[in-house]
């Protein structure tokens, strides 16, 4: 399973080549697979840049990860560089990413006020990216699911 990646046209409505599968590799180039789950993209994937580097943000989905990896293109390929989002209450976790007025932010959801699946809220904290490019791990405090 992958995500896919495409250029657009300046007209912003039409592909510029072909699509492509996002790639995601280990640090020693080897790309992840589906059955690491731990690591792999599954869902909900969101793109942002910061410094220059492009960061492919994801779900791992069922053990629920938030996870990173980055590339100098936003068509990759990308090295997986880890977590940034623990597991919050509820199935999974989908995100997207936003910087305002100079800070940048992650909008997820949970269910920590209905404890139902399928009435999800609405949540955001703030993302901090450390100096050596690598995003600070948020903690939810979620003890169960």
Not at 20 to 47: A, Q, T
Not at 106 to 118: A, M, N
């Amino acid at each position: 399973m992958t995500c896919k990646v495409a250029k657009l046209k300046d007209n912003m409505l039409e592909f510029d080549g072909a699509v492509k599968d996002v790639v995601i590799n280990d640090s020693l180039g080897i790309p992840l697979l589906g059955k690491d789950h731990n690591r792999r993209f599954f869902e909900g994937s969101w793109m942002h840049k910061y410094n220059n580097l492009y960061y492919f943000t994801y779900s791992t989905g069922d053990t629920h990860y938030l996870a990173y990896a980055t590339g100098n293109s936003p068509l990759g390929p990308f090295t997986y560089k880890g977590v940034f989002m623990n597991p919050v209450q509820g199935w999974t976790t989908h995100h997207s990413i936003l910087q305002i007025k100079g800070k940048w932010y992650v909008f997820y959801h949970d269910t920590e006020l209905s404890s139902k699946t399928h009435l999800r809220n609405i949540k955001v904290t703030e993302l901090n990216h450390n100096k050596d490019g690598s995003l600070k791990l948020i903690n939810t405090f979620i003890t169960s699911n």
